[in-house]
């Protein structure tokens, strides 16, 4: 199977005047389409520089990046802007949607970019918000809705585009236990129904445990690279890979 995602040796090195900070000290990767990765480190590991990388919001200071098999890390900066559009998802902690925009115009947003939205575009949208059981809150504003509701709008517009990626740096950082649960639930849905490969930054074993692989890093290298669960593994949490 064709890797998504593939890094070869990356290193991103920030440079403030004299100093040099090595953020990612020589990475390479492969995901595979259909896999669901968590990354997990300490603080000032390199997780956020990764994600912003293969978001295709920064690029590797050496090394190679394919997505897909094109080589994005020698990409302009409006080449990475098409490239986000058209191939990659993004939910973040704080959910970032419009707060004058209602749930349905939120989801629709990265589809409207560029072009007008069509019957089947909209057929679409309204297939998503069952899918992400929101139905009876399209005209809802973001701010009539709960946390795990508007996680899942971000969710809902991520995959409005059919991302070949969905990336999500610690989406249930603010979300309560139970909600959070919900949230991963929702996540690991998508990627057993609908194969979408997905990359997500936690810090917290318990939500890296619904995904069927954890990196970790530690000082912008990978430490380890393990299946996430291990024979033995009480079930209440199993990754969604083993959920029959
Ligand atoms: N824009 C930047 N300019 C300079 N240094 C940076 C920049 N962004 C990150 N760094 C440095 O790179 C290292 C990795 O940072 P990064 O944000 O990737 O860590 P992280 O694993 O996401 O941490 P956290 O868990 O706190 O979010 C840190 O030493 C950080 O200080
Ligand atoms: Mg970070």
Redesign the pocket.
């Known amino acids: 199977m064709q890797d998504i995602v593939l890094l070869k040796d990356v290193y991103k090195v920030?440079t403030?005047g004299d100093i040099k900070?090595t953020?990612l000290d020589g990475v390479s990767l492969a995901i595979k389409k259909g896999e669901f990765m968590a990354i997990m480190?300490?603080?000032?590991?390199?997780?956020?520089?990764?994600m912003n990388i293969l978001g295709c919001l920064d690029s590797p200071t050496q090394g190679k990046y394919y997505l897909e098999g094109i080589e994005v890390s020698r990409f302009s900066k409006n080449e990475l802007a098409e490239i986000r559009n058209k191939k990659l998802g993004f939910v973040f902690q704080n959910f970032n949607l419009l707060s004058r925009t209602t749930v349905v115009e939120n989801i629709e947003l990265p589809l409207i970019y560029g072009k007008k939205i069509s019957k089947n575009d909209t057929d679409e949208i309204y297939r998503i918000i069952r899918i992400l059981g929101l139905e009876g809150f399209e005209k809802h504003y973001p701010n009539q809705l709960s946390g795990g509701q508007q996680q899942r709008v971000a969710i809902a517009r991520a995959i409005a585009n059919n991302p070949t990626l969905l990336l999500a740096d610690e989406p249930t950082g603010n979300l309560d236990s139970a909600t959070s649960t919900d949230v991963m639930n929702v996540l690991c849905d998508l990627n057993r129904t609908m194969g979408i490969t997905i990359v997500l930054?936690t810090?917290e074993t318990d939500i890296a445990r619904y995904a069927g692989r954890v990196v970790v890093?530690k000082d912008?290298r990978v430490l380890s690279d393990t299946p996430s669960h291990s024979p033995g593994t009480p079930a209440v949490h199993a990754s969604c890979e083993t959920v029959p």
Do not use: I
């Open positions: 920030y403030m900070v953020a480190g300490a603080s000032g590991s390199g997780k956020s520089t990764l930054v810090h890093l912008g």
